[in-house]
């Protein structure tokens, strides 16, 4: 796990509302990423940042937010507007220019 | 869309034996490609990776195949031992930092 941290590592939340989901490091890396993880899909890109106040979208980042006010932390909002949102998500790190992404320990949401 | 397809979705191998986990790709401008180790309610950890000017990689019990005109990795655990059980996955990428994932195989080692 690095020096990356999520937490919490449960959540629960009614279906409705809003929650977000925090991710930091101290590995001092520029670029993070959020992955959305479901059983037999493998990962799969929600929103990436390689930089301070910027970040791009993933494959899947409908019903999703993210913000990157601050190299260290990298927060995911899930909104009312993610059909099923019931998932287990990971944030990872990478150097700016390399390849080798490291994961967090994850957090598993449960919307009921 | 690029894609990563990983085989089989679920392994089990005797202690001692060979672990082989198969991937392929479809995007010739791959140029690394890293397997993931992660074990249940923890994140994947990253346990080795390729890039494609080399054919084979080994790192302890753990080797990377590559066949570049095939378009395919494999990952072969030697003297696969219970530690070992977890869920693999294959990835690759090229250079821009957007790594695709495999959907995962579930391997168990058997005493």
């Known amino acids: 796990d690095g020096g990356i941290t999520q937490s919490p590592k449960y959540l629960f939340r009614k279906e409705g509302q809003n929650v977000t989901l925090s991710c930091e490091q101290n590995?001092?890396?520029?670029?993070m990423y959020w992955y959305r993880q479901d059983p037999g899909q493998g990962l799969r890109l929600i929103y990436y940042s390689q930089i301070v106040n910027d970040f791009q979208k993933g494959d899947i980042a409908e019903g999703y937010s993210v913000s990157r006010e601050k190299k260290e932390s990298f927060p995911l909002t899930v909104t009312s507007a993610q059909k099923n949102p019931t998932a287990f998500y990971l944030c990872?790190?990478?150097?700016?220019?390399?390849?080798?992404?490291?994961f967090g320990p994850g957090t598993r949401l449960t919307v009921t | 869309q690029q894609q990563v397809k990983q085989s089989p979705q679920s392994l089990i191998v005797q202690k001692g034996g060979i672990s082989i986990i198969n991937c392929a790709y479809e995007?010739?401008?791959?140029?690394?490609f890293p397997w993931y180790q992660q074990f249940p309610g923890k994140g994947p950890a990253l346990l080795i990776a390729i890039r494609p000017d080399v054919s084979e990689k080994k790192e302890g019990r753990f080797t990377i195949s590559f066949n570049k005109s095939a378009k395919q990795f494999s990952l072969h655990i030697m003297d696969s031992q219970p530690g070992d059980s977890a869920t693999y996955f294959c990835?690759?990428?090229?250079?821009?930092?957007?790594?695709?994932f495999g959907t995962g195989t579930r391997l168990t080692i058997i005493p």
């Open positions: 995007n010739t401008a791959f140029d690394y």
């Open positions: 590995l001092n890396h520029d670029a």
């Open positions: 990835a690759a990428n090229f250079g821009n930092e957007k790594l695709t």
């Open positions: 990872a790190s990478s150097e700016q220019g390399s390849d080798e992404q490291y």
